[in-house]
């Protein structure tokens, strides 16, 4: 064979791959958001998180405006206390909320964040006040045989 | 006198493991400008003295001097200086399977040295000649018959004038002519280039004819040694059924075993 | 109770295990040589080419072959399972998790092992069987630099390139089948998969995986090779050791790297 005909193969063979690479990098995965945007920290406390994992989204209206950075427990309130990374370019009122919310049926959770409507915003490092926690499947099963068993029992 | 010996070898054994000496207390030496022949039947010991002249293993005991250097004490670099100055005729020519016959002898010189690649297709075009196979520097190891790649393999071997050449069976498996080419390039490479050539192999008549001096191996223990004309003349029953290729003598024709009637029931 | 063939079998049982770490140890110091020696590949980067050749392009066919085929198994499978929970939209995310975190970097190097690692057995095995080998020591240029380190880092380099290209090619079968073909939507086959594709947890951990699997394998393969007794059946034995303990080493790699990456998702 050839030197020079090897080294077309070969070389065909590198571009080939570094090529796949990068098809994967761009067009499968998310590398193309968050390359390395500025962000402020909030943070927000909900009785229950559920599924809620780090890294998983934070929306509002249905954009991705942040990552949730943190998870720990706060043993003096005894509730979740949630950190989350929120590009600078985005600013939240001091009233706004935060929800778990569940993307899909069997989807992941994510946080929501609903704009409030004062002046003032939030900088780096508050926390927003008004949570609404991750629904719960047992406490909706058990809320729900609850109703059932009253309806049943009342009109008697 | 210690001076002309190229190779000198005092008392050197060698075994894999305890209950299996393959060499005993070997003397020789090989003066330089010889081609000297180291022969016995298979599995006498032969290849492996080789190996240890070549550096390949340290010997159980004695010492083994190559240019006045004992060959198993030297380092990794050591070595690799002193082989670059020795050359191997392996059995079936060992040619480096994907290079042609050209890289192939050429593989040395480009390893080692620094010279153009002018002055490499000069040189191994005239190694070729040596060895009558200059037009077939373009073929491959695969397209070559057994003898044509020994004669590229000796060409090899020799590329960057060794001082100590090497020959492990070079004559098994020829045909006559072969055999008469390689005998006569043996003779004529040692003398042309000024090397010392040992030669291991149990053909007789081929290299009784070519060499100076015989050292005859019978399992691991130097038996005899003499001039090839010493060697035929000798009445020793060793030697002189190897020589004349005695079917029976010392060394036995049957594998040890029963006696014969009580085998067959007669007793 | 200990009669005599008990006591043999034992003792044969012993003679065995402690072989089998003489030569492992073995093993580990011809890996520890071969880095050692590997100055030459890197001053001689032609040499390093030459090798990519014969196991990198070489294998690229059937990587892409059976990655494409691999990609469309996985749409078809995948639409049936997803589709008993009317959750046929995540079928891009199914196709791309599953070929990017482990069938891209476990099935190539399974491939690998069984047609560029047995090849690479061979031609070792053949060189020492037809005392190439011993002819390049004797002319003072060390087997190990020379035909063992550039063969290594071939293959190390080779497999995360065609795990890649397995795993691209595998997402383009997924698609092939699940909206060519079934008619999945489009838009959210890709949304989707971008989506739950991270880059650095998905796609860096499958090529790392590679690298892993590349270097065990490139491994065994030379190892094996180089150690195989100098006969026709040894060099045959050795090629299939090869491809045996690869396939074992690459599936035990796995399990313990999928447990450390993936342990928090």
Same mark, same amino acid.
């Given at each position: 064979?050839?030197?020079?005909?090897?080294?077309?193969?070969?070389?065909?063979?590198?571009?080939?791959?570094?090529?796949?690479? @990068? &098809?994967?990098?761009l067009k499968v995965g998310n590398m193309g958001s968050f390359g390395g945007a500025a962000t402020y920290q909030?943070?927000?406390?909900? @009785?229950?998180?559920?599924?809620?994992?780090?890294?998983?989204?934070?929306?509002?209206?249905?954009?991705?405006?942040?990552?949730?950075?943190?998870?720990?427990?706060?043993?003096?309130?005894?509730?979740?206390?949630?950190?989350?990374? &929120?590009? @600078?370019?985005?600013?939240?009122?001091?009233?706004?909320?935060?929800?778990?919310? @569940?993307?899909?049926?069997?989807?992941? %959770?994510?946080?929501? &964040?609903?704009?409030?409507?004062?002046?003032?915003?939030?900088?780096?490092?508050?926390?927003?006040?008004?949570? %609404?926690?991750?629904?719960?499947?047992?406490?909706? &099963?058990? %809320?729900?045989?609850?109703?059932?068993?009253?309806?049943?029992?009342?009109?008697? | 006198?210690?001076?002309? #010996?190229?190779?000198?070898?005092?008392?050197?054994?060698?075994?894999?493991?305890?209950?299996?000496?393959?060499?005993?207390?070997?003397?020789?030496?090989?003066?330089?400008?010889?081609?000297?022949?180291?022969?016995?039947?298979?599995?006498?010991? =032969?290849?492996?003295?080789?190996?240890?002249?070549?550096?390949?293993?340290?010997?159980?005991?004695?010492?083994?001097?190559? #240019?006045?250097?004992?060959?198993?004490?030297?380092?990794?670099?050591?070595?690799?200086?002193?082989?670059?100055?020795?050359?191997?005729?392996?059995?079936?020519?060992?040619?480096?399977?994907?290079?042609?016959?050209?890289?192939n002898v050429a593989f040395q010189i480009r390893e080692h040295t620094d010279l153009p690649e002018a002055m490499?297709?000069?040189?191994?075009?005239? =190694?070729?000649?040596?060895?009558?196979?200059?037009?077939?520097?373009?073929?491959?190891?695969?397209?070559?018959?057994?003898?044509?790649?020994?004669?590229?393999?000796?060409?090899?071997?020799?590329?960057?004038?060794?001082?100590?050449?090497?020959?492990?069976?070079?004559?098994?498996?020829?045909?006559?002519?072969?055999?008469?080419?390689?005998? #006569?390039?043996?003779?004529?490479?040692?003398?042309?280039?000024?090397?010392?050539?040992?030669?291991?192999?149990?053909?007789?008549?081929?290299?009784?004819?070519?060499?100076?001096?015989?050292?005859?191996?019978?399992?691991?223990?130097?038996?005899?040694?003499?001039?090839?004309?010493?060697?035929?003349?000798? =009445?020793?029953?060793?030697?002189?059924?190897?020589?004349?290729?005695?079917?029976?003598?010392?060394?036995?024709?049957?594998?040890?075993?029963? #006696?014969?009637?009580?085998?067959?029931?007669?007793? | 109770?200990?009669?005599?063939?008990?006591? $043999?079998?034992?003792?044969?049982?012993?003679? !065995?295990?402690?072989?089998?770490?003489?030569?492992?140890?073995?093993?580990?110091?011809?890996?520890?040589?071969?880095?050692?020696?590997?100055?030459?590949?890197?001053?001689?980067?032609? *040499?390093?080419?030459?090798?990519?050749?014969?196991?990198?392009?070489?294998?690229?066919?059937?990587?892409?072959?059976?990655?494409?085929?691999?990609?469309?198994?996985?749409?078809?499978?995948?639409?049936?399972?997803?589709?008993?929970?009317?959750?046929?939209?995540?079928?891009?995310?199914?196709?791309? *998790?599953?070929?990017?975190?482990?069938?891209?970097?476990?099935?190539?190097?399974?491939?690998?092992?069984? !047609?560029?690692?047995?090849?690479?057995?061979?031609?070792?095995?053949?060189?020492?069987?037809?005392?190439?080998?011993?002819?390049?020591?004797?002319?003072?240029?060390?087997?190990?630099?020379?035909?063992?380190?550039?063969?290594?880092?071939?293959?190390?380099?080779?497999?995360?390139?065609?795990?890649?290209?397995?795993?691209?090619?595998?997402?383009?079968?997924?698609?092939?089948?699940?909206?060519?073909?079934?008619?999945?939507?489009?838009?959210?086959?890709?949304?989707?998969?971008?989506?739950?594709?991270?880059?650095?947890?998905?796609?860096?951990?499958?090529? $790392?995986?590679?690298?892993?699997?590349?270097?065990?394998?490139?491994?065994?393969?030379?190892?094996?090779?180089?150690?195989?007794?100098p006969t026709a059946e040894g060099v045959s034995g050795a090629t299939t050791r090869t491809v045996v303990t690869?396939?074992?080493?690459?599936?035990?790699?796995?399990?313990?790297?999928?447990? *450390?990456?993936?342990?928090?998702?």
């Amino acid at each position: 064979m050839e030197r020079s005909t090897l080294d077309l193969w070969v070389g065909l063979f590198v571009v080939a791959g570094l090529g796949a690479l @990068t &098809i994967l990098a761009l067009k499968v995965g998310n590398m193309g958001s968050f390359g390395g945007a500025a962000t402020y920290q909030l943070s927000a406390s909900f @009785t229950n998180i559920g599924g809620l994992k780090p890294r998983a989204a934070v929306k509002s209206s249905g954009v991705v405006v942040g990552r949730v950075d943190s998870i720990a427990f706060d043993n003096d309130k005894f509730m979740a206390k949630v950190i989350m990374n &929120i590009e @600078t370019r985005y600013k939240f009122p001091k009233d706004s909320s935060a929800s778990v919310l @569940t993307a899909g049926l069997l989807g992941e %959770q994510y946080i929501g &964040i609903e704009g409030g409507a004062e002046d003032a915003m939030l900088a780096n490092g508050d926390a927003l006040k008004l949570t %609404q926690s991750a629904v719960v499947l047992e406490k909706l &099963i058990g %809320q729900f045989m609850f109703d059932k068993a009253a309806e049943g029992g009342s009109p008697k | 006198m210690a001076a002309d #010996n190229l190779v000198e070898i005092s008392g050197v054994s060698y075994a894999y493991d305890k209950r299996h000496p393959v060499l005993t207390g070997i003397d020789m030496v090989i003066p330089r400008g010889q081609v000297v022949a180291i022969m016995g039947i298979s599995g006498s010991g =032969k290849t492996t003295l080789l190996r240890l002249i070549a550096g390949w293993f340290k010997p159980t005991r004695g010492s083994v001097r190559v #240019n006045g250097q004992l060959i198993h004490e030297l380092d990794h670099e050591g070595l690799y200086r002193m082989r670059r100055r020795m050359g191997m005729l392996f059995q079936f020519g060992a040619l480096f399977t994907d290079l042609s016959v050209f890289d192939n002898v050429a593989f040395q010189i480009r390893e080692h040295t620094d010279l153009p690649e002018a002055m490499i297709r000069d040189i191994v075009m005239m =190694k070729l000649q040596a060895v009558g196979l200059r037009g077939a520097h373009a073929l491959m190891p695969s397209e070559l018959s057994g003898g044509m790649a020994r004669r590229v393999a000796l060409a090899r071997a020799t590329a960057l004038d060794p001082m100590l050449i090497m020959y492990d069976e070079p004559f098994t498996g020829l045909d006559p002519i072969s055999l008469g080419v390689i005998r #006569n390039l043996v003779k004529k490479l040692n003398d042309a280039l000024g090397s010392t050539s040992i030669v291991v192999t149990h053909d007789v008549q081929e290299a009784l004819d070519i060499v100076d001096y015989v050292y005859y191996l019978s399992e691991g223990v130097m038996v005899a040694h003499g001039t090839p004309e010493q060697m035929r003349a000798s =009445k020793d029953p060793l030697v002189h059924q190897f020589v004349w290729g005695e079917a029976d003598g010392p060394v036995a024709f049957q594998y040890p075993s029963r #006696n014969f009637s009580e085998e067959l029931g007669l007793v | 109770m200990f009669n005599r063939g008990a006591i $043999i079998n034992v003792r044969n049982v012993g003679h !065995r295990a402690i072989d089998s770490v003489l030569r492992l140890g073995y093993a580990a110091r011809f890996f520890a040589l071969t880095l050692a020696h590997s100055g030459t590949s890197f001053r001689r980067p032609r *040499l390093i080419v030459r090798e990519l050749y014969f196991t990198g392009v070489l294998s690229m066919i059937i990587i892409l072959v059976s990655g494409l085929f691999v990609g469309m198994v996985l749409g078809f499978q995948g639409y049936q399972t997803l589709k008993t929970y009317g959750s046929e939209s995540a079928l891009g995310i199914l196709v791309a *998790l599953s070929l990017v975190r482990e069938l891209g970097p476990v099935v190539s190097a399974l491939l690998f092992a069984s !047609r560029a690692g047995s090849a690479m057995t061979a031609e070792i095995g053949l060189m020492k069987a037809t005392e190439q080998l011993s002819a390049m020591e004797m002319m003072a240029v060390d087997p190990i630099a020379r035909v063992v380190a550039p063969r290594f880092w071939a293959g190390v380099i080779s497999m995360p390139l065609l795990a890649a290209m397995f795993s691209a090619m595998g997402v383009y079968g997924g698609y092939l089948i699940g909206v060519v073909v079934i008619g999945v939507d489009e838009g959210s086959f890709w949304a989707q998969m971008q989506s739950a594709v991270d880059f650095r947890e998905d796609i860096v951990n499958g090529v $790392i995986k590679s690298i892993v699997f590349g270097i065990a394998v490139t491994w065994i393969a030379l190892f094996e090779g180089y150690d195989a007794p100098p006969t026709a059946e040894g060099v045959s034995g050795a090629t299939t050791r090869t491809v045996v303990t690869s396939s074992l080493a690459i599936l035990g790699l796995d399990f313990i790297l999928t447990a *450390l990456m993936f342990r928090g998702i």
